[in-house]
């Protein structure tokens, strides 16, 4: 069995406010579960407050989780190490050169008053100690060409580069410490439409050429289905659905899922104003009782859904029931073999639809059909 | 109430004086507008599509200024009036939905009583009637009316964003500008609020300009769409047509930017280069630099719109002397 890349295993992470004796706690993420594979682009989606950029922060090392583990393996037979473990300023220095993140206002994100090659250079000198001063500016100038920047740009100031170009040079910090997964906090959404799909080709490039696996915050699903191999989507701090993300958007079983889906406008399809739309607000996640959390919003909420709180499980296709739920280790192997299964799908895929599929929703798991929203 | 169109834009030229030199961020703009009509203006950031707005809404501050053109609403041309003779029409018969609506209420003051101010504006309302219509306007965009006593930060994004459209329908206008109301929501908020905004126009009958650079959310939307390109009008038509046979090549590249929810997954190119710096506006068509057809006589002669079968384009392609090429 070979491991991937990052396993995060009952991942939680919850936020104490309005002071010491509110007692009041704010579940971001929630015994949230999955793993990415080797070259691997994940598209993590959700709503704002979903808990979305709280699991790259935990994945950054920004936050400690309150509970949970997140393991980080360096190769096929390497199991993983948990992130707890990495104590010696060495090896947190070589995780954050792996695992490192690009950030959604490339406006913000990279220092107004320096060149921006000096980003880049210093994170070279930081990653890269066997690098000479000579080497550093060539390496510069080659990870420059590889996101498509060219190396003329490296004695720019941030002011003199478009959006997109800045962005780009984020790409390029992120690569500097032979990055394995880039953790991409809404990379493109504060950029124009016109100039988005050159930043999510790029992305696909540095997966196709380079092996790096990404994770790829959006809230942008049709963005997301253009790049990524793989859908999570969040709902409230938790995982509501995940697969393969062809499978998960051609038929989303969860009803957020399918709420998501039909929101996309989409101008190539005719009119349909007047389609079943929501007017739920954010859900409740500080101090949430048991129960799915998307209940007050959902068409077919049934009894149950008040009581437990589902649990992410395997479903087949059309209620094939669950299973697979209980066995550890399922899931992740699964989930390391999904983009080799997308290309392999006359021997994986067809003889087993809904491989890799889960989703967290009682009515789903019970073998109906879900049709919530659409 | 009068005839005609509720709105005229005429020949507009906004100038951003700087030290250096006048930048004309919007280049004789003109369009008009219907009673009851949702006109969508789509572009890249940097193609003063908001400051077109903000002309239209005479909210320009130095260092820009109208430099040419006429803005004439219900009859009146706004342009040169005082503050003093535009507050009588502000609110009452235009109002305004701005992009942030986290930065556009009043942190320190309830929903309800920046609702009262605006009535204030106009009138002597007692304050029953402050409160029916305050109550009435939330109800309309679906808040329930206790959040008249909430502040903005206790409403979430979406309810914000509801809250200033309920605002700005407190006098029921002819004319509601909206300057990217949806962009900070997420895309379920997103189409809730377009679906209502629809819904509310069908309703009480205003008619709507709104800005966005997301030109996938308005096409279930709007009437009619104007795409503008460095400060001009590079196509303008009805929405369908435009989506379904978009005649200017940067209109078909931003159509072909989107990636597609459903159908195949092709590879897409985007539109290459970036938005033109308006201080340095490129000779002959201003998109040549970044066109996929152009040749040599896009980078010398400057087209003008032309007419082609009810769609407005700028393109060398349609002016006759050349071939229609796709």
Known sequence: MTAPLLRAEHLTRHFKIGGALSGRTLHAVDDVSFSIGEREIVALAGESGSGKSTIARLLARVYQPTSGQVYFSQGAQDPGTPLSAMRSRRARLRYSGEVPMVFQDPFASINPVFRVSHGLLRSLKLHRRELSARERQAEAARLFEVVGLGAGLLERYPHELSGGQRQRVGFAQALAGRAKLILADEPVSMLDVSIRIGLLNLMATLRDTMGVSILYITHDIASARYVADRLIVMYAGQIAESGPIEEVLADPRHPYTQLLVSAVPDPRAPLAVGAETDRGEPPKVIDPGPGCRFRFRCPIAIDVCGTTTPQLARTGAHGAGEHGAGEPGASEHRASEHRASEHRASEHGAGDPGAGREVACHVAQSGAEVKAFS | ?326
Not at chain 2, 88 to 104: C, G, T, Y
Request: aromatic content about 6%.
């Open chain 2, 1 to 326: 109430m009068l005839d005609g169109p509720v709105l005229e834009v005429s020949k507009l030229c906004v100038d951003y004086v700087l030290d250096r030199a006048d930048v004309r961020a919007v280049d004789n703009v003109s369009f008009t507008l219907d009673r009851g009509e949702f006109l969508g203006i789509v572009g890249e950031s940097g193609c003063g599509k908001s400051t077109l707005l903000f002309a239209i809404a005479q909210l320009l501050a130095p260092p820009a200024r109208i430099a040419a053109g006429s803005v004439t609403f219900q009859g009146t041309n706004l342009v040169g009036l005082t503050d003093g003779q535009l507050s009588a029409v502000r609110w009452r018969d235009m109002s305004v939905v701005m992009q942030s609506a986290m930065n556009a209420l009043n942190p320190v003051k309830s929903v309800g009583a920046q609702f009262r101010d605006v009535l204030r504006a106009h009138g002597r309302p007692s304050r029953d009637e402050i409160a029916t219509r305050s109550a009435e306007v939330l109800r309309m965009v679906g808040i329930d009316p206790v959040h008249l006593r909430s502040f903005p930060h206790q409403l979430s994004g979406g309810m914000r964003q509801r809250a200033m459209i309920a605002m700005a329908l407190l006098f029921t206008p002819d004319l509601v500008i909206m300057d990217e109301p949806t962009s900070a929501l997420d895309v379920v908020a997103q189409r809730s609020l377009m679906v209502q905004i629809k819904e509310l126009q069908r309703a009480y009958g205003f008619a709507i300009v709104f800005v966005t650079h997301d030109m996938s959310l308005i096409s279930h939307f709007s009437d009619r769409l104007l795409v503008m390109y460095a400060g001009q009008v590079a196509e303008l038509g009805t929405t369908r047509r435009v989506f379904d046979a978009p005649l200017h090549p940067y209109t078909r590249g931003l159509l072909e930017a989107f990636p597609s929810i459903r159908g195949p997954r092709v590879p897409l190119k985007g539109i290459p280069g970036s938005p033109p710096d308006l201080s340095v506006i490129p000779n002959g068509c201003r998109f040549h630099v970044r066109c996929p057809i152009a040749d040599e006589t896009c980078a010398e002669v400057k087209p003008e719109l032309v007419d082609q079968e009810g769609t407005l384009v700028r393109c060398l392609r349609y002016t006759g002397d050349r071939s229609m090429v796709r």
